[in-house]
């Protein structure tokens, strides 16, 4: 009779949840790149000249990624997205970026948590209002970036057809 996948030690079946073992692949192979990760940033810290060359790197990609992000929020797509990234890259060396950091996922959880309780009409009221903030905001950078005013436009074509 052939063995489940998961009737094998070390698959989180159900032998190993007994001793305590179910931890998901993926967790594992997470939590292996992590440590290597961080055993990495530690040799490198280890040397002054590799430490000072770090925070420069950190420093610099950081800023490109925020950069961009901030440069990208009034269009649609994902400029908050890269914000919190960039600053995600600055918590790798910058306490004050992982303080920042995580009181943005504190809130982000929260206010997360806080929509999806809320009825189905409530939830579309929020999606709409969110969607017509983002259009003001377009709309507000076409006009006042490139001087291309949408809503004169069609008022314009509304009024000639």
Known sequence: MPIDQYDRPGRGGPDDRARGGGVAVAERR??????????????????????????????????IIVTVGIAL??????????????????????????????????????????????????????????LIFVAVVLWLSLKYSLGIDLLARLLHHLATH
Request: charged share 20%.
């Open 30 to 63: 997470r939590g292996r790149w992590r440590h290597r990760l961080r055993t990495t940033l530690d040799l490198i810290r280890a040397n002054p000249t590799g430490r000072i060359a770090l925070k420069i790197f950190i420093s610099v990609l950081g800023a």
């Open 73 to 130: 929020i009034p269009l649609p797509g994902p400029g908050w997205l890269l914000v919190i990234a960039g600053l995600g890259v600055w918590a790798v060396e910058f306490h004050w970026a992982r303080r920042l950091l995580n009181f943005t996922r504190r809130h982000v959880q929260r206010w997360t948590r806080w929509a999806t309780s809320r009825s189905l009409p409530v939830r579309l009221v929020l999606g709409s209002v969110g």
